[in-house]
Nanobody
């Protein structure tokens, strides 16, 4: 079974870049059985899809975040990462990494990131 664990700073200052890493176990990020995604949930709001990286390394991003978002991977560590630049307090949220597969997706536990003004 795939397991995912998010890591990164819990507090980021406005205008800085938010960087999170997702460490994957139980599955390879280069396997064509999975796609690897980031979503977030701001306080009191629904889930927002941010982007995805395929086993090939190709990426796709939410149009509303594309100019500020980058998803990369480190195949030697079986990790993928999220960078969100020029953050504001509106980017405060719980951030989740997800393994998209069939029949069920696998989610990390989520990590709270607060952006201070």
């Amino acid at each position: 079974q795939v397991q995912l664990q998010e890591s990164g700073p819990g507090l980021v200052k406005s205008s800085q870049t938010l960087s999170l890493t997702c460490t994957v176990s139980g599955g390879s990020i280069t396997s064509n059985s999975y796609r690897w995604s980031w979503v977030r949930q701001p306080p009191g709001r629904g889930l927002e899809w941010m982007g995805v990286i395929a086993f090939s390394g190709s990426t796709s991003y939410s149009p509303s975040l594309e100019s500020r978002t980058s998803i990369n991977r480190d195949t030697s560590k079986n990790q993928f990462s999220l960078q969100l630049s020029s953050v504001t307090p509106e980017d405060t949220a719980v951030y989740y990494c997800i393994a998209i597969t069939t029949p069920n997706d696998y989610w990390g536990q989520g990590t709270q990131v607060t952006v201070s003004s």
